[in-house]
């Protein structure tokens, strides 16, 4: 019923919405094997050439890139935090938004596992994939990537 229920919610999107939305599950499903099989550094070079490769026509506005990467993340098995931004921030670099990839750490009470990490992408200031309500509490270390963007 999940199912029948996601792909009509996915027949009634526009267009574009939808365009999204196969472009974030597919993006997604290579993160996930990429960050499998590949060195970080690696997969990051690889998605920052695959960004460069900006996509013409009208600008996206970058909330709706989160929601598709949300909505996807939502409904597969690749929800973390590292997979969303890492496909968030391919998305918006592509479509000539700067995107700032963070990656940040905390300290935690569990002797077991003394430190939580998490990753976000904000764009313009504002948290596009990643929101938490704690996440003052992280260091984070930001990663930019810059693409040079098409003259038209």
């Known amino acids: 019923m999940t199912l029948l229920r996601d792909w ?3 027949r009634s999107l526009g267009a574009e919405r939808r365009r999204l939305i196969v472009e974030a599950a597919a993006l997604t499903g290579v993160v996930w094997l990429g960050l ?6 690696r997969l990051r070079g690889l998605l920052d050439a695959w960004a ?6 009208p600008q996206i506005p970058a909330a709706a890139i989160g929601w598709a990467v949300t909505a996807v993340a939502n ?4 929800r973390t935090c590292l997979i969303q931004a890492l496909t968030a921030d391919a998305m918006l670099r592509r ?5 700032l990839f963070q990656l940040g750490v905390r300290k935690t009470e569990d002797r077991l596992r003394p430190l939580d990490g998490h990753a976000w992408v904000e764009c313009n200031g504002v948290i596009v994939v990643g929101q ?5 509490k992280y260091s984070a270390a930001a990663w930019t990537a810059t693409v040079p963007f098409p003259v038209d």
């Open 95 to 99: 479509r000539r938004h700067e995107s």
């Open 75 to 78: 409904r597969s098995g690749a």
């Open 8 to 10: 009509r919610t996915f």
């Open 36 to 41: 499998r099989i590949l060195p970080f550094a």
């Open 132 to 136: 938490l309500e704690d996440l003052a």
């Open 52 to 57: 460069k490769r900006a996509v013409r026509g």
